[in-house]
């Protein structure tokens, strides 16, 4: 979605995969279950995604086991969250008690991020270009889905760091 308007010196042109890394999130393992109450194993669903961040009203918890079984497919507060299945492109920062909470299967995380400031790519996400851009690349279907390497082809504007 590159327009050919000039950028300001400085001012360049990228991918989100030369600025970060897409993972996708994990769904529980066949015949695994929620736990009935709180437990030190967050699960971060969809639902929980809200005005930029984590609602911590409904979150569902896992059991050691649970989580064990899923263990690589955990969020940190350094990361950015995308929703990518469902309602796509809900995008948000993790809150710090959260880090290491695992992560439903119909998100990603943009971790590894470098070069440009958290808050500023978080903004540029949910900027009017950047979404466009996000439901052109979904494909519709019973339940719309976003594939990851397409958040990775995403073009964005970077500023230097000091206009961030």
Do not use: H
């Not at 809200?50 to 969020?75: F, H, P, R, W």
């Amino acid at each position: 979605m590159k327009e050919n308007k000039e950028l300001p010196k400085g001012w360049k042109w990228v991918k989100l995969k030369e600025i970060a890394e897409v993972k996708g999130g994990k769904r529980l393992p066949k015949g695994a279950e929620y736990e009935d109450g709180k437990t030190e194993f967050p699960y971060i669903r969809v639902t929980d995604f809200e005005n930029n961040t984590i609602n911590q009203n409904n979150l569902k918890y896992l059991n050691s086991k649970v989580q064990n079984a899923i263990k690589n497919y955990t969020i940190s507060s350094e990361d950015l969250y995308i929703s990518i299945a469902g309602t796509i492109g809900k995008v948000g920062l993790v809150p710090i008690n959260l880090c290491g909470a695992n992560l439903t299967e119909n998100a990603a995380k943009i971790t590894q991020i470098k070069n440009i400031n958290l808050k500023y790519l978080l903004c540029l996400l949910n900027s009017e270009t950047v979404q466009k851009q996000i439901q052109k690349q979904t494909i519709a279907t019973t339940q719309p889905k976003l594939a990851l390497y397409k958040i990775e082809n995403l073009d964005l504007i970077l500023p230097p760091i000091g206009i961030q």
